[in-house]
């Protein structure tokens, strides 16, 4: 059932910036499309880091956040808009390490190999794995979940634990809207499979993003403190709202074909419907 929230309109974060001392913010729709950064956004989190704001980006891309610190800077996010990036790649490879000497498959694309690079896994065929490692779809330009069916029922046959190293379903990309991991994980527990998240909703990648900030900001954070935003209903407000931060949604994100266009009517109704509510609403991330 959804959880009994009216979310109010936002016009600015400027109006609520005085209540938070730490922004947990998602990235992928909120602070770039993948393609290009969204400069608004970016001014935003600056205007909280000079408020004296901490600013951790948290983001469900399997990879480590050096990586994704490199991804942000060809996009010209400078650094001054953020304290600190975690991932799901960071708490996913805590999961690898814990499997140290167990043979894997990895299920993703070769772009995502810097989340395995250091650690002590061997990469195997289908067959002779004893768990499997899931970034993403092999090409998610072209292929969908269903090409994996027959691949995933092995899996579930052989009863091997899954981990999903990016809990969402789906990402905008320039545009076009194209599915995660999380998609694939969500296919493996339909066919009774077991799968182990790393990033949102889930509570470690919120937990180390706090303990990372309390750590820059040298003292300890109150949640009453914390505000969390993002796009997707599924794993960022409902992550926020799990972790007692108050959630911010993103409008112009995953949903944006369903709620941009509506009344403002229509657009609260919309949201109540949905299995989690933000506390806030705005169609973009600004100031």
């Known amino acids: 059932m959804p959880d009994a929230v009216t979310s109010h309109a936002l016009s600015g974060f400027s109006e609520i910036a005085s209540g938070f001392d730490l922004c947990l913010c998602d990235i992928w729709g909120v602070v770039h499309n993948g393609v290009a950064a969204h400069a ?5 989190l600056g205007a909280m880091r000079e408020r004296g704001t901490a600013v951790v980006l948290v983001t469900n891309a399997p990879r480590p956040r050096h990586a994704v610190a490199r991804q942000l800077a060809a996009l010209s996010v400078p650094e001054a808009a ?7 790649g960071d ?4 999961l690898i390490s814990a499997r140290a000497g167990q043979p894997v498959y990895m299920l993703g694309p070769e772009r995502d190999l810097p989340l395995i690079a250091g650690l002590a896994v061997e990469r195997v065929a289908p067959e002779a794995a004893a768990y499997v490692l899931c970034t993403g779809l092999f090409d998610d ?5 269903e090409d994996y069916a027959v691949l995933l029922e092995g899996f579930a046959a052989r009863r091997l634990e899954l981990i999903c190293a990016n809990p969402d379903l789906v990402v905008e990309r320039g545009g076009r809207i194209v599915p995660c991991a999380g998609a694939l994980a969500l296919a493996y527990e339909r066919l009774g499979g077991t799968a182990v998240y790393a990033g949102k909703p889930h509570r470690p ?3 180390m993003a706090l303990a990372i900030a309390q750590e820059r900001l040298g ?6 403190r914390i505000c969390a935003v993002g796009d997707a209903i599924r794993t960022d407000i409902a992550g926020a709202r799990a972790f ?8 112009a994100g995953i949903h944006a074909q369903d709620v941009l266009e509506l009344s403002l009517d229509d657009r609260r109704d919309w ?8 506390d806030y609403a705005m169609p973009h991330l600004v100031w």
């Open 40 to 44: 608004d956004a970016v001014a935003a």
């Open 82 to 88: 953020y304290d600190a990036i975690v991932t799901s």
């Open 91 to 94: 708490v996913c490879r805590a």
């Open 141 to 145: 330009e072209t292929e969908t979940p």
């Open 205 to 207: 990648i919120y937990d």
């Open 219 to 224: 003292r300890p954070i109150a949640p009453a």
């Open 244 to 251: 007692g931060a108050t959630a911010i949604m993103v409008l």
């Open 271 to 278: 949201l109540l419907a949905q299995s989690h509510q933000p």
